[in-house]
């Protein structure tokens, strides 16, 4: 039978074996501060300069020469170059590992911190520097920036397209994620109505585990080079 298209969800989990941490985890982001603090535009509307210093701060631990792809993030890139039919990668992260290790069809479904919006214009351009100190929009010349990041509240971003790959696709993979966020949670509920075969790759069973055919569990740097291995060779 032929190759079916492939879609691959990935969460914070895939990058946490580059040093990044993940969110709900007990080292994760959200036990040292508040979604509502940081992660909504009331926030920032509230606080912009904490907001800031929040993503600031994390696009500087992102340029750490330390943090490069890992094994999970090369074997998706493998899996695009050498898998006979479309693999497409939804992330909801915002760092840029899976570009680093050489994905190319890839959505960034809550946005990228290295790179900015501007308020007045609109215009998305990237940035490695710190937003705190105010530089201006490259666009328009005296925006103020804010980080091109999806806050919780605002509409993620791709929607269309993922919602057709995931029509699509014939199988439907989810890596390094929890199961708490939506509309990204939701996503294994529509594969699994267009009868695709639905995978979970993680460290441990995940919220929605019961809504995937199979799953296989342990660090990403091994169960996905594994699982990529499988899959390219027929058995997967
Ligand atoms: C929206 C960017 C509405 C910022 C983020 C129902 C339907 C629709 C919306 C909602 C709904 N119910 C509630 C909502 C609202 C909300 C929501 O889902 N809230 C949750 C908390 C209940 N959703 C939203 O607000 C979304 N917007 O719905 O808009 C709308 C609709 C129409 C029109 C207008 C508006 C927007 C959500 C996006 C928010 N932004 N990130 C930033 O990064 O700072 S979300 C944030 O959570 C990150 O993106 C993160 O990726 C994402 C999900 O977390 P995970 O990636 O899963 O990370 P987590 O730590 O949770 O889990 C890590 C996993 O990895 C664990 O399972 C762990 O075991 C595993 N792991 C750890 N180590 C390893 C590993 N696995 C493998 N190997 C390892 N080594």
């Not at 492939?6 to 941490?21: W, Y």
């Not at 666009?139 to 791709?158: D, I, Q």
């Not at 029509?167 to 199961?179: E, K, Q, R, W, Y």
């Amino acid at each position: 039978m032929a190759a079916r298209p492939i879609v691959v969800l990935t969460g914070a989990g895939i990058s946490r074996e580059s040093g990044l941490h993940t969110f709900r985890d007990a080292d994760g982001i959200w036990a040292s501060v508040r979604i509502e603090d940081v992660a909504t535009p009331e926030a920032f509307a509230r606080d912009p300069a904490r907001v800031q210093a929040f993503y600031d701060a994390r696009r500087r631990g992102l340029l750490d020469p330390a943090v490069r792809p890992n094994a999970a993030h090369d074997a998706l890139a493998r899996l695009e170059r050498e898998w006979p039919a479309p693999v497409l990668v939804v992330t909801q992260n915002i760092d840029d590992l899976h570009e680093r290790a050489g994905s190319r069809a890839l959505v960034h479904m809550h946005g990228e911190l290295l790179k900015a919006r501007c308020l007045a214009c609109g215009a998305v351009s990237p940035v490695r520097q710190d937003l705190a100190p105010g530089p201006a929009c490259p666009a328009c010349g005296n925006g103020p920036l804010r980080p091109h990041v999806v806050w919780f509240g605002e509409m993620p971003l791709g929607m269309e397209a993922i919602g057709a790959a995931i029509d699509g696709c014939g199988l439907f993979v989810a890596i390094g994620t929890s199961g708490n966020v939506y509309p990204a949670a939701g996503f294994v509920a529509q594969a699994r109505r267009r009868r695709a075969r639905t995978v979970e790759l993680n460290l441990e069973r995940s919220q929605g585990a019961h809504l995937f055919d199979e799953g296989h569990y342990g660090p990403a740097t091994r169960v996905v080079p594994d699982f990529v291995e499988r899959l390219l060779a027929g058995a997967g």
